[in-house]
């Protein structure tokens, strides 16, 4: 700055002293030299206003090309200490728009990678403006990538109703929604506002329920078949063994004694391979082929206190104590001898759960909230390891050597098929399995 202050302190230096000569020379009426200084104080004064329209001129296009993000200029230094600045801060912030840019790329590629829509609005009074939205969004409506709110909203207009009728605010819900004469499809919508160097911006998330449930599903069928796989190959891979080894004994003209054992105990094996293989038929039956519910109004303490007291012996022999909160009675509409098998399946995993502790407790609690009735089956057992939570219902999943794999399942279907649920959750550090059902 300073080098810029000398020179223009010195051009208006040489040029005062130049008109201030000029004066003096049409005084003394010298007017050839007069009219030399004449012709030299132009000079001074066009170089003068040259001098600064080039620094200005350097100043504005660099300034001009950060307004608009224009990072293709080449600039080099000058003598100019200002220009010299900007060319520098030009430089660095052409730097690091260089590294934003592929970041930006990145996300962008992240979001429209989602199997989910994504939409960002940038909300200014009553003007909207879609910032971003991603690859999923724009094939559901059928559009190009679009900044016009205009647009958005004739191709989906209940969607944009639904945002301005929340007035743009933090929400979660769902929406049905159709474009064109395509299949009506139904969307959990969450949306969040956050601001931004004093703008508001509008973050909408959506994802199709139908979706969901289609991957939860077959997420669901994978598990099962696993499970079903793994039990197979079990029987059927030592029978494939045995009946080789008995077609090569048999194939022998004489049999010793030795063969006929093995020839007797690889028939056992294949009968107890062969019914085990029908159990595990049974059981899948028992899951498939539940009979309809025949209901009845029935008390859900009464049924409770039947099958506690049926335990009472095995209780006394265990060492197990039971504690009953009881608060509240319902009469509800079930069928009693499914849901008695639903308690029997639940108490027995929580007997498992605390067999080998030495303090062995079991609570069972009820409670009603609103239009709900709630029972509890909580025990002092081991936590349920938080990565096998969600097969805990698969059916023939389990972690008991002997058990079977379907008492969850099969407790799951009878609650279901009540309109109720069956779920698991961690209270107070102890496994709690909750029956929700609906009061009449």
């Known amino acids: 700055m300073k080098s810029e202050i000398i020179h223009i302190s010195l051009r208006v230096v040489l040029l005062f002293a130049l008109i201030f000569g000029a004066i003096l020379l049409f005084q003394h009426q010298l007017y050839y030299s007069f009219a030399l200084f004449f012709l030299l104080i132009l000079i001074a004064i066009v170089e003068f206003i040259h001098f600064i329209y080039q620094y200005l001129t350097q100043v504005n296009r660099i300034i001009s090309a950060l307004r608009y993000h ?39 590629q992240i979001l429209d990678s989602l199997e989910s829509g994504v939409v960002i609005i940038k909300v200014i009074d009553d003007q909207k403006e879609v910032m971003f939205m991603n690859d999923y969004m724009c094939h559901f409506l059928d559009i190009p990538k679009t900044k016009s709110w205009n647009m958005l909203y004739q191709r989906a207009e209940s969607f944009c109703k639904l945002l301005e009728n929340r007035s743009f605010s933090d929400f979660k819900t769902s ?13 959990l919508v969450q949306a969040s506002c956050t601001h931004i160097h004093r703008q508001k911006y509008y973050i909408v998330l959506m994802d199709s329920i139908q979706r969901m449930m289609e991957s939860k599903e077959n997420e669901a069928w994978g598990n099962i078949m696993k499970v079903i796989s793994h039990e197979l190959m079990n ?16 194939q022998k003209d004489d049999l010793d004694p030795e063969d006929q054992e093995d020839f007797r105990l690889s028939i056992d094996t294949i009968i107890n391979r062969s019914n085990h293989l029908q159990k595990f038929v049974d059981r899948y039956r028992k899951l498939t082929m539940l009979p309809t519910p025949q209901f009845s109004k029935e008390s859900i303490h009464d049924i409770i206190h039947g099958v506690i007291q049926n335990y009472q012996y095995l209780f006394r022999e ?24 639903v308690i029997i399946n639940l108490l027995t995993n929580s007997i498992y759960a605390v067999d080998e502790l030495e303090e062995k407790e079991i609570n069972i609690s009820t409670a009603v ?24 219902f698969l059916p023939f999943y389990t972690t008991r050597k002997e058990g079977a794999g379907i008492g969850l399942a099969l407790s799951k279907s009878i609650i279901d098929a009540h309109n109720s ?14 029956i929700s059902m609906i009061i009449p």
């Open 235 to 250: 029987s059927l891979a030592p029978i494939h063994s045995l009946a080789y080894s008995m077609k090569e004994i048999i």
């Open 70 to 108: 224009d990072y293709s200029l080449q600039l080099k230094k000058t003598s100019n200490e200002t220009v010299n600045n900007a060319v520098e801060l030009y430089a660095k912030i052409k730097e690091e728009n260089a590294h934003q840019v592929p970041l930006k790329l990145i996300y962008n």
């Open 369 to 392: 909230e609103g239009k709900r009735f709630y029972i509890h089956f909580s025990d002092s057992g081991k936590l349920i390891d938080k990565d096998i939570v969600t097969k805990i």
């Open 421 to 434: 649920y069956l779920y698991y959750k961690e209270v107070a550090d102890k496994n709690t399995f909750v």
């Open 318 to 341: 265990k060492g197990i104590i039971i504690h009953l909160n009881l608060i509240e009675d319902c009469l509800l509409d079930l069928d009693k001898i499914q849901f008695e098998q």
């Open 175 to 187: 929406i049905d929604i159709q474009v064109d004469n395509k299949e009506r499809q139904t969307f």
